[in-house]
């Protein structure tokens, strides 16, 4: 009987030690992810933290518009893009390193082209083959309203900044485009017309694509360039264009 009770007694302070390590062992397990949730941001909070270029919140396809023409630009389709990269190449070529004028190709292409089509059609009784039918284009009027269409509407949104600037209401604007019209005219100097903008083309169908394989590595930068620009910007806003705007305002 004496055994007995000593054994209940041994298993009820086991069981009540037990019982004392469980609580401790879920407080400890509690109070650690606690801890590691407060450590640990949302998802949610990391992306709202990570700076895009340009402030942009969307992909780089959807930026550029979506479609084609971002797949273009983006080399999801390569047959394409490297296409479109070669006929610009050989157009540059032609006209530039060759010096062929437009109105010559233009010339040599038709005389090539009524020249095939001439001789496949009278040929056609000797080789057993039809000519290839010619389709007729026409150019309808809705193409046209359209293009002209698009055409006023920036003409007119172009006016009216260029009447805003030279109405003297934002100094910044002003500055912003002399600036930018002084380095287009630079540029002009070093180079003609059309090999600027076949620079501006090959950069158009290669800045994109390397910008969306590397923006994690762009964008930090990007984010250190942007905070070094406005902070030399405010001191020249300080010490140069507040002081114009404060003589404007005198001789006002």
Request: glycine share 6%; hydrophobic share 45%; charged share 25%.
């Amino acid at each position: 009987m004496a055994d007995h009770s000593g054994n209940e007694k041994e298993s009820k302070v086991e069981s009540v030690m037990e019982k004392i390590t469980e609580k401790f062992h879920g407080d400890d397990s509690s109070s650690s992810s606690d801890s590691d949730g407060e450590k640990s941001p949302s998802p949610s909070s990391v992306k709202a933290k990570i700076y895009r270029l340009f402030g942009r919140e969307k992909p780089v396809h959807k930026v550029l518009g979506g479609g084609k023409p971002a797949d273009v630009l983006l080399w999801r389709d390569k047959k394409i893009s490297g296409g479109v990269v070669g006929v610009a190449t050989a157009i540059w070529v032609l006209f530039e390193l060759v010096e062929y004028h437009l109105l010559s190709l233009v010339c040599h292409i038709l005389i090539l082209a009524l020249a095939i089509l001439f001789l496949w059609s009278n040929a056609s009784t000797f080789i057993n083959k039809s000519p290839p039918q010619i389709p007729d284009v026409a150019i309808s009027d809705d193409i046209v309203l359209g293009i002209v269409s698009a055409l006023r509407i920036e003409i007119n949104r172009a006016l009216s900044v260029f009447r805003d600037i030279a109405a003297g209401r934002d100094l910044k604007k002003f500055l912003s485009v002399i600036a930018g019209l002084w380095v287009l005219s630079v540029v002009g100097n070093w180079c003609h017309f059309l090999t600027l903008f076949y620079i501006c083309f090959v950069l158009l169908h290669t800045v994109p694509v390397l910008y969306e394989k590397y923006e994690d590595r762009v964008d930090p930068l990007a984010e250190k360039v942007l905070a070094e620009f406005k902070k030399q910007y405010a001191v020249f806003d300080a010490k140069v264009l507040s002081k114009i705007l404060m003589k404007e305002k005198k001789l006002a």
